[in-house]
């Protein structure tokens, strides 16, 4: 119980740097005294990692007193070494970090209360308790796991049928309390509320990644679709020694160790279903992904194979099964790397290979009650495949696969990694948040019985954005589904404001600029004169805006952003359209470019603007391009890509003169008139 003690003595001792991401009580002055007695168990004590960014919602003053909550300690063993849900290590020091656990939960109890029952009623013999196993129900077992009354317990008396998979099993038996989350993860999923991490270097993650147990390792380098590519973190493969990306020569190595591990990675642009509304249209768009990924990638994305990219999403399942399969096929550490909010935990929960541990109980009843253990736990470790070498328990369950036995791994001080979890075939996944720095350290997973571990990391800092927002605005920053724009009409000598925190003005005079602005927040175009008051809140105006008092102080020019692709061929409809007129852009008198400007974790601004070619072009070259200044706070969180015509691809299409090729309907227009006409005329005939 005094581990978090005795690690920080022996790293101010040895002088080693403990990451704070992974022990944030030192950021708030935390002494430990050497006969401190209410210290729980707390992270890993080496570290190579200097420096920390930290980043909050709710700030909090350093060096304030802790209030430390009073806690039954013979019950304190029985809670997880971590939080299933954010990863971080269980403490009963502050309850305003991660990893706190209040035992006056229900949850919590009742947890506490499975774990003791099963630790006092252990069973010492078990080949006496499987050889009393009934073919049909299955009663030695259950004489064996007869437990005292115990809340949340009632039910222990269940029946097994023929063939369970591990997790169902223990459903039968009873509803196992699954392992509770801590009080933070409680309150983000039920109240919405908590406060971010501080989060962690690159040199953290790569320190993290090094004491990586297995001996082949792939990270999933996660980016988010709505921000695409800023969240893609620079040169990552040489910080974090991972396999270079291999370029177009034939010669090119495809595998490299590196202190005896092989270490590859692979791009995942999750959340695609924010770029278009069918799965067929953003698969479309992998061309246009993989170009704008070699911009952002620099001088040497034009001489790199990107073989390695995929585009999927977690909401709509869009290639997660493909990504699945191939994190179970490739075994080993799978680490999930990326920024705040880019959607590591979601992906984490939709591509982790649940429930692929299939144990045949009908054959292992048939050798128990033959009297060949032995056999039998041989027979099932040959169906879990080579990678499983481990014992059962009396329910014929891997020994680390039984949810009442807690994991036999012990904390390894000098690793960053927290103890391996008890493996299960459906665990509780990481919670999903829209709060940034959710994850607050390495949540390992195993899965196909020692096959590999998924492995979800602490995001890396994405910028301060949110520090500008209202509190009560903070969340309307993340895009949560896709965006229907408005296209806004920009004339000269007015602006467009985002949110009331970014600003867009053009600045070649005497153009008209289309606006189409792909973000949570409300778009207004009002005069550049006005715009400005507003943004640096210095007039007091009706239009809603989301930032902060104070921010405006801190608006500066992010950059002059030229709008240099032509998208005539996109933007000019009928007259470019194969279905309709059909002509080439070149013998069109205008042009129309375009460019997208991104906000950082919000989304982006398609701008585009139609240009008669005399007025930008000399002789045969282009002499200037439209361009437009951008405003933001400190000038940061803005970035610019080539265009993806979202508008265009989103709208709605109207079908072309030869679409339909059946038989059109006839006009019905004065057929009753020409019917009684020609009744008429009958009977005229007639009385004649």
């Not at 069973?123 to 073919?135: F, I, T």
């Not at 953003?282 to 061309?287: A, N, Q």
């Not at 692709?565 to 007129?581: E, F, I, M, N, Y």
Request: positive net charge; glycine residues 8%; charged residues 20%.
């Amino acid at each position: 119980m005094r581990l978090a003690a005795n690690t920080l003595k022996k790293s101010l001792s040895e002088r080693w740097v403990v990451p704070t991401f992974l022990c944030p009580s030192l950021a708030e002055g935390i002494r430990f005294a050497g006969s401190a007695k209410h210290v729980s168990r707390s992270g890993p004590s080496r570290l190579q990692a200097s420096g920390v960014q930290g980043r909050c919602l709710h700030t909090q003053p350093l060096g304030r007193a802790v209030n430390i909550q009073p806690i039954d300690h013979s019950k304190l063993s029985f809670l997880p070494w971590t939080c299933p849900g954010c990863g971080a290590y269980t403490q009963t020091l502050n309850p305003d970090n991660a990893g706190f656990y209040s035992t006056s939960r229900k949850t919590v109890k009742a947890f506490v209360a499975a774990q003791s029952a099963a630790t006092e009623r252990k069973r010492a013999e078990e080949a006496v308790g499987l050889a009393k196993v009934d073919d049909d129900t299955g009663t030695g077992i259950l004489e064996s796991l007869r437990l005292p009354d115990t809340p949340g317990l009632e039910n222990w008396t269940a029946s097994l049928p023929d063939e369970r998979t591990p997790d169902s099993a223990v459903r039968a038996f009873g509803d196992m309390p699954a392992s509770p989350v801590c009080d933070r993860c409680h309150a983000l999923l039920h109240h919405h509320k908590g406060t971010s991490i501080i989060h962690p270097t690159i040199q953290s993650i790569q320190d993290i990644i090094a004491d990586s147990p297995y001996k082949y390792n792939h990270v999933y380098h996660v980016l988010d679709a709505a921000d695409f590519p800023l969240s893609l973190i620079p040169q990552l493969q040489e910080h974090l020694s991972l396999m270079p990306q291999r370029s177009h020569n034939r010669r090119a190595k495809t595998s490299k160790f590196y202190h005896g591990q092989k270490s590859e990675m692979s791009f995942i642009i999750t959340r695609s279903d924010l770029l278009a509304p069918t799965k067929e249209q953003v698969d479309s768009l992998m061309p246009y992904l993989l170009h704008v990924l070699r911009d952002a990638l620099g001088p040497r994305g034009e001489d790199v194979r990107l073989g390695n990219v995929r585009c999927v999403s977690s909401q709509r399942g869009w290639w997660t099964t493909q990504l699945k399969d191939a994190i179970w096929e490739r075994g080993g550490g799978g680490w999930m790397v990326g920024k705040v909010n880019v959607g590591k935990s979601s992906l984490f929960e939709t591509v982790f290979p649940k429930g692929r541990s299939q144990v045949d109980f009908r054959a292992l009843r048939q050798e128990t009650n033959q009297g060949r253990s032995e056999s039998g736990q041989g027979a099932v470790a040959a169906k879990l495949g080579p990678f499983h070498t481990e014992g059962f328990d009396q329910q014929g369950l891997p020994v680390s696969k039984s949810p009442l036995l807690e994991s036999t791994e012990s904390l390894n001080e000098d690793s960053l990694l927290p103890p391996a979890p008890v493996e299960t075939d459906y665990p509780v996944m990481p919670i999903v948040s829209s709060l940034p720095g959710t994850t607050a350290s390495p949540i390992r997973l195993p899965f196909g019985g020692g096959r590999g571990e998924l492995i979800d990391l602490p995001g890396l800092d994405r910028g301060n954005l949110e520090a500008y927002v209202s509190e009560e605005h903070k969340l309307d920053l993340v895009m949560q589904s896709r965006i229907k724009p408005k296209q806004y009409v920009v004339k000269h000598g007015q602006s467009i404001l985002i949110g009331g925190l970014i600003r867009i003005t053009p600045t070649t005079p005497d153009i008209v600029l289309l606006a189409c602005p792909f973000v949570p927040l409300d778009s207004h175009v009002t005069n550049t004169d006005k715009a400005i008051a507003i943004q640096t809140q210095s007039a007091a105006s009706g239009i809603p805006t989301i930032a902060a008092p104070g921010a405006g102080a801190k608006v500066a020019s992010a950059g002059v952003f030229e709008l240099k692709w032509d998208v005539t061929k996109q933007r000019a409809g009928p007259l470019t359209a194969s279905s309709a007129v059909g002509l080439k852009p070149q013998v069109l008198p205008f042009t129309v470019f375009s460019t997208d400007i991104l906000v950082e974790g919000c989304g982006w601004v398609e701008l585009a603007v139609q240009l008669r070619k005399r007025d930008y072009r000399g002789p045969d070259v282009v002499t200037h391009f439209p361009s437009v200044e951008v405003f933001s706070p400190e000038g940061k969180h803005i970035g610019a890509r080539r265009p993806m015509n979202a508008w265009v691809l989103g709208a709605q299409r109207k079908q072309g003169a030869g679409a339909s090729k059946a038989r059109p309907r006839r006009s019905m227009k004065g057929v009753k008139k020409n019917m009684k006409k020609i009744a008429r005329s009958s009977a005229t005939a007639l009385t004649e």
